[in-house]
Structure formats: structure tokens, C-alpha cells
């Protein structure tokens, strides 16, 4: 960021019609697609938002809590030009001093606006401040505290609380993603309200099935804890697992989510499985064992999907936390994450081999490796009744790497064998601008396909509702 960077204020304006093509027929095609969409529900069934803000209902801290703290897209950019993350509020693991005045951090960001152009954070952001909160200033150094002062003022009105705002955003159905080890205390909170929003757990067991992790054995331990079940064995192991799904599932669960760094997913025999279990639990498991297990856990968490109808969840791909002095200061899932190759069609052979045409299993794949979309994963959905394509997502969360996702899918996997989107976002107010990029991305493409002559528009319209909503309905339900 520049400090002597002066601009002139400007307008904070919305061009209704953003994304949409520019060829003029097809853009008029693509304002009626998406003026038939634009206003459905939104199914946000992959995200990162706290139950306890919607258990709790307390008014949002202030508009950098909201709008820049949690929203590693925002921070990361700041960061990679100079700024340090204490000083954009991020909490320290040892408790070490951070910023804590809103306004201090919002001037920051403010200050860092012209680094978002061109990027979807600039599009989400434009459209929360914009919608939500009514600023009609774009942000910069000389505007900071006006747009902080008009959020801030808005926060404190009862129709900005977080209940009314997931009501006024046309809000569904909001999955969260959630441990093992979670009694999930605020979903059932939440379901025992007079409130009617609908939040649901996601069952995330990575936490315990990567048994090199630092943590994995207290983190067993307390698996034993929260299930009732001895975790002495792998076969305990295993039961107090099934436990926690169960529990998840009784709160509400729709699906689980595996977070692997690969899609290997090959089965070990039983003796195998015990032997590396006993050998984490001793302290004394290698690299190459942690790897196996974690690759034959992904086939047990499809084994029980199996049993118990969870729709499974799998976005294998990326190398977490690639800085460790940023972990060990920050903790997990703080921008420094790194996509990396995957071979799906070799790594999740064994799991599809068993359960790919099984009538209670379901899975929906992701990537941020924009190579495997023609070559593996549309072909493995074009043919598999059990799997469904997960949209872009993290990295590919963009206007263009949506529009190549469908222009990579469409001629193998069709349209309709997809999940919806995604929005996987911990930031809650951003939650219907993310949607409504996709929407508007999505009506520009059939747009394209009705000026092209290979959709009516009578289809087009119909195809533009089953993708918003039809098919993450439909993808998402429990199987059986």
C-alpha cells in the first residue's frame, strides 16, 4: 500500500449490468435470464460462517469485524503488498498484540481499495457496501471514516443483526463447517428458537484423520470425550467417527467435507489400518503412513456415507498453510494456502470402483486445479450417477473462471450435473453478492447458448432456476 497515495472522491456506483455480455443481442437475452433469477433463494450449502453468530444475534462489533477481520480474500491482498496482519486485527495464537480499533484497521483497508480492481473481491465488496449498507462513496484514505461512520450506524439498528440480515438475503438453507469435536451447542440453539432460518452442520473430520498432526492424539482423546466411545483402537476410532455423524445428522447434517491435500483414496487391509493407528497413537507414525491413512479414511468416509446418507463433500488440492512462521503466529486458514495438481481419476478409482454407483452415496467434487475440469471431472460426473461437479470455489470464485468452468463441463457433464453454488465464505454480509456473481456469470453463458442457437430461451430460463436452486437442492439432500 501507498501512504502518499492521494485520489479524488469518487462515486461508489453499480452497473446493473455487470459481468453480463457485452455484445449487445446476447446482453438483452442475458438481462431476461438473469431478471428470472436475480431475486430466488440462496442455498448456501459449502461456507465457513460461525453458527454462533445467528445462536447469539448480537449486533456485528464494527464494520472491520464484519466486512475485512475474517475475510482472508481481502487480507491476503493487503498483505501481499506490505501489510502485516496484526495490524489488520487478525488474532495471534500466543495472544501477542493485534489492532483492535475498528477504525484504525478500516482506514487500512480503505487505504489499500485501488489493490482490489479487477479482482472478485472488488465486485463482492462494491455490492455489500453499495446494497447492504447504502454507501454511495467508493472507499480510499479520504473517505474512510465517512463509510465506516454510515456501517457503523447501520450496526447498530436491530435490522442489521444477523438473523434479520440472513432473512432479508433470501437465505434458505446456511451450512457451516464444523469438527468432530463440536457438540454444535449453537445449531441446536438456533433450532430451538422462534427463528425459522434454517442452519445446518457440516461434518469436517480432516482435524482427525490426518494422524501426523500435531494435535491428533489430544484431539482422539477428546474424540473419546464428546462420543462415548473408546478411541483405544482403530475399531473404537471408527465407532466414536460414526457417533459424531450420527449426532451431526440428528442436528441436522446434509453433508461432510474432506479437505485433502490429494484424492487418494486407496483402501487399506484392516491389519494395516490398526498397525498405523496403534503406531500414531504411540507417537512413532511416519509421513508415509499418515499419507496412507488419510487416503484410506477418505474411502471409510464414503463407506459411511454409505450407511448414513450424508452427501460427501471432496476438494483435495491444496498445500495449506505454506508458510509456517504465518501458521504457527495465526493458525490455520489465514491466506496461506497454495493450490496444488491433482490426479483425481487415479486417486479416487478405489473410492468410485466401490461406491460410484451406490444408491446411497453421493459426492461432489471440487478443484482449484482448473486443468482436470475437461479432462477428469466432467468425464468422471458425465458418467458416475453418484457424483456431481462442484462449481469454482476459492481461487476460481471469479467471474472468468466460472465462464471457463462451463465452457470446460458443459460438452461432457451437461448442465445439470452439478451441485449450485458455493459461496465458502466466512464472511457473512458477503454471503448474496458471491451468489449473485454466479448468477450473473451463469445467465451471460446460456445467454451465449440461446444467440447461438443451441438453447431456446424457454430453456434458458428454465436452465438458469435449476441451476440456482433446482440442483444444490437436489445435490444436497441426504441419500436414501
Not at 440428528?250 to 487391509?269: F, K, Q
Amino acid at each position: 500500500m501507498d501512504p502518499g497515495r492521494v485520489t479524488l472522491a469518487r462515486p461508489l456506483t453499480l452497473d446493473d449490468d455487470r459481468i453480463l455480455p457485452t455484445e449487445p443481442h446476447v446482453r438483452s437475452v442475458a438481462r431476461e435470464i438473469y431478471a428470472a433469477v436475480r431475486d430466488l433463494p440462496i442455498i448456501s450449502m459449502h461456507g465457513h460462517v460461525d453458527a454462533g453468530i445467528l445462536a447469539r444475534d448480537e449486533a456485528f462489533p464494527d464494520p472491520a469485524q464484519l466486512l475485512v477481520v475474517p475475510d482472508h480474500y481481502v487480507t491476503r491482498m493487503l498483505v501481499s503488498q506490505g501489510a502485516r496482519l496484526e495490524d489488520l486485527g487478525v488474532l495471534r495464537t500466543d495472544g501477542g498484540p493485534v489492532e483492535t480499533d475498528g477504525r484504525a484497521i478500516w482506514r487500512r483497508f480503505c487505504a489499500g481499495w485501488h489493490l482490489h480492481r479487477g479482482t472478485p473481491s472488488r465486485l463482492w465488496l462494491e455490492q455489500e457496501l453499495h446494497d447492504v449498507f447504502g454507501v454511495r462513496v467508493e472507499p480510499s484514505a479520504g473517505t474512510a471514516d465517512e463509510i465506516y461512520d454510515v456501517i457503523a450506524d447501520c450496526l447498530a439498528r436491530p435490522e442489521f443483526r444477523p438473523r434479520a440480515l440472513f432473512d432479508r438475503f433470501g437465505i434458505e438453507v446456511l451450512a457451516t463447517t464444523d469438527s468432530p469435536l463440536d457438540d454444535l451447542a449453537d445449531h441446536r440453539a438456533i433450532a430451538a428458537s422462534e427463528w425459522r432460518g434454517r442452519v445446518v452442520p457440516t461434518f469436517r473430520p480432516d482435524a482427525l484423520v490426518h494422524v501426523d498432526r500435531p494435535s491428533w492424539r489430544t484431539d482422539v482423546e477428546r474424540l473419546a470425550e464428546v462420543s462415548g466411545v473408546g478411541t483405544t483402537t482403530y475399531e473404537g476410532f471408527l465407532g466414536a467417527l460414526r457417533q459424531r455423524r450420527d449426532h451431526f445428522v440428528a442436528c441436522g447434517a446434509l453433508s461432510t467435507d474432506h479437505g485433502h491435500a490429494t484424492a487418494d483414496s486407496r483402501p487399506l487391509e484392516a491389519g494395516e489400518a490398526e498397525a498405523i493407528y496403534a503406531s500414531a497413537l504411540a507417537g512413532s507414525v511416519t509421513p508415509q503412513q499418515a499419507r496412507a491413512f488419510a487416503a484410506h479414511m477418505l474411502f471409510e468416509m464414503a463407506r459411511m456415507s454409505t450407511e448414513d446418507g450424508l452427501v460427501m463433500q471432496i476438494h483435495p488440492g491444496v498445500a495449506r498453510d505454506y508458510d509456517p512462521g504465518v501458521h504457527e503466529l495465526f493458525g490455520a486458514d489465514k491466506g496461506f494456502d497454495i493450490p496444488t495438481p491433482v490426479d483425481f481419476v487415479r486417486g479416487l478409482r478405489p473410492l468410485l470402483q466401490a461406491f460410484g454407483r451406490h444408491p446411497r452415496f453421493r459426492c461432489v467434487l471440487f478443484t482449484i486445479d482448473e486443468t482436470t475440469y475437461s479432462r477428469e471431472l466432467a468425464p468422471l460426473a458425465g458418467v458416475f450417477p453418484s457424483v456431481r461437479l462442484g462449481v469454482p470455489w476459492w481461487f476460481l470464485d471469479s467471474p472468468y473462471a466460472m465462464r471457463r468452468f462451463r465452457e470446460a463441463t458443459v460438452e461432457t457433464a451437461g448442465l445439470y450435473n452439478g451441485a449450485g453454488f458455493v459461496d465458502d465464505t466466512r464472511a457473512f454480509a458477503s454471503i448474496p453478492a458471491r451468489h449473485d456473481v454466479a448468477r450473473r456469470v451463469d445467465s451471460g453463458f446460456l445467454a451465449d447458448l440461446v444467440g447461438r442457437g443451441q438453447l431456446r430461451l424457454d430453456e434458458a430460463l428454465e436452465t438458469a432456476v435449476d441451476l440456482t436452486v433446482t440442483l444444490p437442492r437436489l445435490a444436497y439432500q441426504r441419500q436414501g
